[in-house]
């Protein structure tokens, strides 16, 4: 049975009674609207098996991206303080046609569940207010939308509740629900996606400037499981090689190692979910003064990795090569350097 937060006076902690010990909830201002932000990908800079062997995990290396979602929620004592049926009950969301900002829409199944989990977890009930939330990341195209749907939603509450943010509640909320990206950390991680593990954190010491499209459609991770595990164990070695050569970029510092092994990475994806603009992409890479290729592996983004920002005439060709391929092309900075 879930309890209402009890609101204390002046700005100390209380503990909720009965609950978890050592959590805590502070007077949060009915008029105080609270938020919760989060990153989304480029896709990855690895994605295969951790190591060679027959029973391979899904390993990610997620590429952060200077993109984010938003959510909100806005204490109103005549606002519904619930659930819906079919999501968090709030404003619109900015979601728009096949996935991309811009139309209105509302917060997915996912960070309802989220939302709902969350409550149980910590056996409180959601006050009346208002939820609204906001995306630059689009749906299905390898940008971990839906991940960082729910990470935002979770850092929401957080503070909505003036509890601490647990990486531990966020993890076994997360694998309620679907795989995910890493985005719930604020740096480079070595992780397996289905297991909510974090293998190996890499830091903020290496960023990059990219050029990338994103191709027409959409891919269901978990549709293509199967078959990225058995491309996993046919290329074990292939893949533990590249895992290799990225991380000792990492551990040194080397963008342009870190490039090298995304290339790797994204050559042995298009042998199993392969991109129409690969070749093509890959065949222009040292034209363009690019140190390496990256691509979500189960999306449709692709993209040139440049240790150093490109100048405005670099930028003027990419966007005239991409657009010959039939694609708008996109700048933005990955990761943290």
């Known amino acids: 049975m879930s309890t209402r937060v009890p609101v204390f006076g002046g700005n100390q902690p209380r503990p909720v009674p009965g609950r978890t010990p050592g959590v805590h909830v502070v007077r949060q201002p009915l008029t105080r609207t609270v938020s919760g932000v989060c990153h989304g990908t480029l896709g990855e800079l690895y994605q295969g098996p951790l190591r060679a062997g027959p029973v391979p995990d899904i390993a ?3 590429f952060p991206v200077d993109r984010h979602s938003w959510v909100h929620f806005t204490p109103e ?6 659930l819906g049926e079919s999501g968090v009950l709030g404003e619109p969301r900015a979601s728009g046609e096949s996935g991309a900002p811009g139309a209105p829409g509302v917060l997915g199944a996912k960070a309802a569940a989220a939302a709902g989990l969350f409550l149980d977890r910590f056996g409180l009930t959601l006050p009346p207010g208002r939820w609204s939330v906001h995306s630059d990341l689009r749906v299905g195209v390898g940008m971990a939308s839906s991940t960082a749907d729910i990470v935002a939603t979770l850092r929401c509450l957080f503070r909505l509740f003036g509890l601490a943010y647990d990486l531990d509640v966020v993890l076994g909320v997360l ?17 397996l996606s289905g297991r ?8 903020t010491g290496l960023g990059f400037h990219t050029a990338y499209i994103t191709e027409p459609g959409t891919v269901d991770t978990a549709a293509v499981t199967d078959r990225l595990l058995t491309h996993y164990r046919r290329h074990g070695p292939r893949y533990e090689r590249g895992l290799d050569t ?14 090298q092994a995304a290339t790797i990475s994204a050559g042995l994806s298009q042998e199993v979910l392969p991109k129409a603009s690969f070749d093509a992409v890959l065949a222009h890479r040292e034209w363009f003064g690019a140190d390496g290729v990256f691509v979500a ?20 060709e990419l ?18 350097g």
Not at 77 to 82: R, T
Not at 196 to 203: I, N
Not at 322 to 335: I, M, N, R, V
């Open 60 to 62: 990610l290396v997620s």
């Open 77 to 82: 004592e005549d606002a519904p303080g619930m």
């Open 175 to 191: 694998a309620r629900i679907e795989r995910a990206d890493s985005v719930f950390l604020d740096e480079f991680a070595l992780h």
């Open 196 to 203: 909510h593990r974090v293998v190996r954190r890499l830091g």
């Open 246 to 259: 990225l991380l000792k970029g990492f551990s040194t510092g080397d963008p342009r190692a870190v490039a």
């Open 297 to 316: 592996h189960t999306g449709c983004l692709i993209g040139y990795l440049f240790a150093h920002r490109p100048g405005a005439d670099v930028k003027s």
């Open 319 to 336: 966007s005239a090569f991409f657009h010959s391929l039939g694609h708008q092309c996109s700048f933005a900075q990955g990761g943290y």
